[in-house]
Nanobody
């Protein structure tokens, strides 16, 4: 069982930066690939970024590539999403997710555990 708790969301102006964190409970964090997804009002939840268990491999949605960076600290059981050059289109609830087993995934059904989400709002 893995419990995930996101934090760090908030209100930021266009062009600003924000870092959201995902703290995981349990001893399986280092055995899980981690992913970030987001869901804007009236839209489906979409993939943002993923990172492998070791942190060596990462993947990004085209819409955030070059602006967002996913990372993890296995000693702290925490994953991060650094978001730069934010625009109003990035406004959404951001969710972290854990995927047991090998490999990363860019789809919702690939993940086994989810956090409750943290709101990120970018004002124009």
């Amino acid at each position: 069982q893995v419990q995930l708790v996101e934090s760090g969301g908030g209100l930021v102006q266009t062009g600003g930066s924000l870092r959201v964190s995902c703290a995981a409970s349990g001893r399986t964090f280092s055995s899980a690939a981690m992913g970030w997804f987001r869901q804007a009002p009236g839209k489906d939840r979409e993939f943002v970024a993923a990172i492998s268990r070791s942190g060596i491999r990462t993947a990004y949605a085209d819409s955030v590539k070059g602006r967002f960076t996913i990372s993890r600290d296995n000693a702290k059981n925490t994953a991060y999403l650094q978001m730069n050059s934010l625009t109003p289109e990035d406004t959404a609830v951001y969710y972290c997710a854990a995927k047991l087993g090998s490999g990363t995934a860019a789809y919702i059904s690939g993940y086994d555990y989810w956090g409750q989400g943290t709101q990120v709002t970018v004002s124009s």
